[in-house]
C-alpha cells in the first residue's frame, strides 16, 4: 500500500543562481485567496520547498506568484 499527500505552494522567487548555471525556485505554502487554500493550509501549516533548477526550459516553466501542487509519494522499495 503505497501513502501520498498532496501540498499547494506559491512560487515565490524564481532566479538565477550566484553561480550562473542553475535557477533558485522557492515556494511557501498557500494559505488564504480561496476555500481550497484554506483547506490547504489546516494541514501544511508552513514550511518552504527550495529547488535548484539546471535547465532554463523547466524554471521558465514556473512563474512567480502561482500556486503549484506537490505530491509526495512513498517510493516503495522492490
Do not use: W
Not at 4 to 17: G, W
Amino acid at each position: 500500500m503505497s501513502s501520498s499527500m498532496r501540498a499547494k505552494f506559491s512560487c515565490m522567487s524564481n532566479e538565477p543562481s550566484s553561480d550562473g548555471e542553475t535557477y533558485v525556485l522557492k515556494f511557501l505554502p498557500v494559505s488564504s485567496g480561496s476555500e481550497e487554500n484554506r483547506d490547504f493550509f489546516k494541514y501544511t501549516p508552513g514550511g518552504q520547498i527550495e529547488l535548484y533548477v539546471v535547465s532554463p526550459g523547466v524554471a521558465g516553466q514556473i512563474e512567480v506568484g502561482h500556486d503549484y501542487y506537490v505530491d509526495f509519494t512513498k517510493v516503495e522499495e522492490k
